[in-house]
C-alpha cells in the first residue's frame, strides 16, 4: 500500500502565498495602528476640556436701569421673557420665600428641558446685580448660576448675563467638534432679546 505524501507548493507558489498572507497581516496591523492613534488623539483631545464653562452674552435696553431690575429681580416674571418657558405653554411654576430679591425661589417643570429645575435668587443688589443658582433634577443632577448684571449708559441700560456651570461628558465632545456650548448661547440672546421687547414693545429692533 503506497503512503499518501503531502503536495509541495513549488517554490514561487509557495513565494506568493506568503506574500498574499503577509500583505493582508500588514494591513490588519495598519488599521490597528490607526485605530489606536485615532483613540490616544481623541483622548488627549478630551483630557484638555475644561471641566466647567462659562457664557456671556449682552444687550442695550433703551430704559432706565431700575425698571430692568425690578423685571428680573422678580420670578414671577421669569416665564414672560426666559427663553425656556415661555415657548411651553405647559410649564408649571411654583414659587417660595419671599416676593422679590434674595431668597425668591421658583420651581419650574418644562417639557422643554424635560426635567424639573429649582432657581434661587443667591444675591440681589438694587439696580446693579441679580445672581441665581439653578438645580436642575433628572436622570442627571445639574447645576448653574446665573449673573445679571445692569450698567446705565445714559438713558440706556446695558444688562449682561453671564452662565456657569459644568461640562458634562457630552458637553465636552461637543466642544471637540466646534459645537461648544452654542446652543446655550442663542439661548440667552433669545432671553435677553425678550427682555428687551418686554421693557421696549413698541421697539421692532430687538437685538443690540
Same mark, same amino acid.
Given at each position: %500500500?503506497?503512503?499518501?505524501?503531502?503536495?509541495?507548493? +513549488?517554490?514561487?507558489? /509557495?513565494?506568493?502565498?506568503?506574500?498574499?498572507?503577509?500583505?493582508?497581516?500588514?494591513?490588519?496591523?495598519?488599521?490597528?495602528?490607526?485605530?489606536?492613534?485615532?483613540?490616544?488623539?481623541?483622548?488627549? %483631545?478630551?483630557?484638555? &476640556?475644561?471641566?466647567?464653562?462659562?457664557?456671556?452674552?449682552?444687550?442695550?435696553?433703551?430704559?432706565?436701569?431700575?425698571?430692568?431690575?425690578? &423685571?428680573?429681580?422678580?420670578?414671577?416674571?421669569?416665564?414672560?421673557?426666559? +427663553?425656556?418657558?415661555?415657548?411651553?405653554? /405647559?410649564?408649571?411654576?411654583?414659587?417660595?420665600?419671599?416676593?422679590?430679591?434674595?431668597?425668591? #425661589?421658583?420651581?419650574?417643570?418644562? &417639557?422643554?428641558?424635560?426635567?424639573?429645575?429649582? %432657581? #434661587?435668587?443667591?444675591?440681589?443688589?438694587?439696580?446693579?446685580? #441679580?445672581? %441665581?443658582?439653578?438645580?436642575?433634577?433628572?436622570?442627571?443632577?445639574?447645576?448653574?448660576?446665573?449673573?445679571?448684571?445692569?450698567?446705565?449708559?445714559?438713558?440706556?441700560?446695558?444688562?449682561?448675563?453671564?452662565?456657569?456651570?459644568?461640562?458634562?461628558?457630552?458637553?465636552?465632545?461637543?466642544?471637540?467638534?466646534?459645537?461648544?456650548?452654542?446652543?446655550?448661547?442663542?439661548?440667552?440672546?433669545?432671553?435677553?432679546?425678550?427682555?428687551?421687547?418686554?421693557? &421696549?414693545?413698541?421697539?421692532?429692533?430687538?437685538?443690540?
Amino acid at each position: %500500500m503506497k503512503s499518501k505524501k503531502s503536495k509541495t507548493l +513549488p517554490k514561487v507558489e /509557495k513565494a506568493i502565498v506568503e506574500s498574499s498572507a503577509a500583505k493582508k497581516m500588514s494591513s490588519v496591523n495598519r488599521v490597528l495602528i490607526g485605530f489606536v492613534a485615532v483613540l490616544v488623539l481623541f483622548l488627549l %483631545m478630551f483630557s484638555v &476640556q475644561s471641566n466647567d464653562y462659562a457664557v456671556e452674552r449682552e444687550i442695550t435696553i433703551p430704559a432706565p436701569v431700575d425698571k430692568i431690575f425690578a &423685571q428680573v429681580n422678580d420670578l414671577h416674571n421669569w416665564s414672560a421673557w426666559s +427663553p425656556w418657558e415661555k415657548p411651553d405653554l /405647559k410649564v408649571k411654576l411654583t414659587f417660595d420665600g419671599p416676593v422679590l430679591g434674595m431668597g425668591s #425661589v421658583c420651581h419650574f417643570t418644562s &417639557q422643554i428641558i424635560e426635567d424639573e429645575a429649582n %432657581m #434661587v435668587i443667591t444675591e440681589s443688589v438694587k439696580n446693579e446685580h #441679580v445672581s %441665581m443658582l439653578v438645580d436642575f433634577f433628572g436622570p442627571i443632577y445639574g447645576r448653574t448660576n446665573f449673573l445679571f448684571t445692569f450698567e446705565p449708559k445714559g438713558s440706556d441700560t446695558v444688562v449682561k448675563w453671564r452662565v456657569v456651570g459644568l461640562n458634562s461628558f457630552g458637553d465636552k465632545i461637543a466642544n471637540m467638534f466646534g459645537a461648544g456650548n452654542n446652543i446655550l448661547k442663542n439661548d440667552i440672546q433669545y432671553g435677553l432679546d425678550q427682555l428687551k421687547t418686554l421693557i &421696549q414693545p413698541g421697539d421692532k429692533n430687538s437685538k443690540s
